[in-house]
Antibody, heavy 118, light 108 residues
Framework: QVQLVQSGAEVKKPGASVKVSCKAS????????FHWVRQAPGQGLEWMGW????????DYAQKFQGRVTMTRDTSIGTTYMELSSLRYDDTAVYYC???????????WGQGTLVTVPS | SYELTQPPSVSVSPGQTARITCSGD??????AYWFQQKPGQAPVEVIY???QRPSGIPERFSGSSSGTTVTLTISGVQAEDEADYYC???????????FGTGTKVTVL
C-alpha cells in the first residue's frame, strides 16, 4: 500500500534553512505529483507548492517563492522540501501529500515539526 | 490571493445533522475537496470532487455544491466526528491550491 514517511522533528535557529524529506513506497514514485502543506500551531492548513517527480518541475505558492525549494531523488523514491531564511513564524508541522488519481491530496505523510525558537 | 471562507465553529448534538459551508468565487468552476483532521493527526480526505466519498468513509458524510458555496453534511453525527474540517480547491487560473479557513465541529 502507499506509504509516505517523513523525516524527524527539527529545531533551527532564525535565518537557517531546513530540509524535510518524504520517502514514498508502494507504487511507482514518478507517477504522481507531491504537494507540501504546513500547519502552524493552532492554525489552519497552508499550501506551499508541488513537485512533479517525473520531470522535477515545480510550482510554489507566491508567499514562499524565493524561499522554498522542492526537489526529488528518484533513485530512492524521496522528495524534499527546503525552506530557507527561517523565521519564528515558520514554526509549523510540515506535511507531504501525494496525488491520488486526480485528487491532489489523497495520501498524507505523518508530518514533521519544525521549530524556530524566538 | 484567493480565499475559501468557512464558519469557525459548528456545534451539534449526537444524532443530529452538521452542515459546514465553504465559500469561494472560483467554486462554480473548480472542484472542492473536504478533509477531516483530528488533534495530532494528518488530514484525511472525506469528500472529493464536490460530492464523491472515498472508500472507507462512512455514508453519513456527503457533499454538495451550489454556485459559489460548497457544503459538507454529516448526518447522524457521532462523537468520533468531532474534529477540524477544511475545504480545499484551486483558483480560477487552475494554478494555486488553497485551503479553507477551517471549521471546528463540536459534538455536544
Amino acid at each position: 500500500q502507499v506509504q509516505l514517511v517523513q523525516s524527524g522533528a527539527e529545531v533551527k535557529k532564525p535565518g537557517a534553512s531546513v530540509k524535510v524529506s518524504c520517502k514514498a513506497s508502494g507504487y511507482l514514485f514518478t507517477d504522481y505529483y507531491f504537494h507540501w502543506v504546513r500547519q502552524a500551531p493552532g492554525q489552519g492548513l497552508e499550501w506551499m507548492g508541488w513537485i512533479n517527480p517525473h520531470s522535477g518541475g515545480t510550482d510554489y505558492a507566491q508567499k514562499f517563492q524565493g524561499r522554498v525549494t522542492m526537489t526529488r531523488d528518484t533513485s530512492i523514491g524521496t522528495t524534499y522540501m527546503e525552506l530557507s531564511s527561517l523565521r519564528y513564524d515558520d514554526t509549523a508541522v510540515y506535511y507531504c501529500a501525494r496525488e491520488k488519481t486526480g485528487r491532489p491530496f489523497g495520501y498524507w505523510g505523518q508530518g514533521t515539526l519544525v521549530t524556530v525558537p524566538s | 490571493s484567493y480565499e475559501l471562507t468557512q464558519p469557525p465553529s459548528v456545534s451539534v448534538s449526537p444524532g443530529q445533522t452538521a452542515r459546514i459551508t465553504c465559500s469561494g468565487d472560483a467554486l462554480p468552476k473548480q472542484y472542492a475537496y473536504w478533509f477531516q483532521q483530528k488533534p495530532g493527526q494528518a488530514p484525511v480526505e472525506v469528500i472529493y470532487k464536490d460530492t464523491q466519498r472515498p472508500s472507507g468513509i462512512p455514508e453519513r458524510f456527503s457533499g454538495s455544491s451550489s454556485g459559489t458555496t460548497v457544503t459538507l453534511t454529516i448526518s447522524g453525527v457521532q462523537a468520533e466526528d468531532e474534529a477540524d474540517y477544511y475545504c480545499q480547491s484551486v483558483d480560477t487560473t487552475d494554478t494555486y491550491y488553497v485551503f479553507g479557513t477551517g471549521t471546528k465541529v463540536t459534538v455536544l
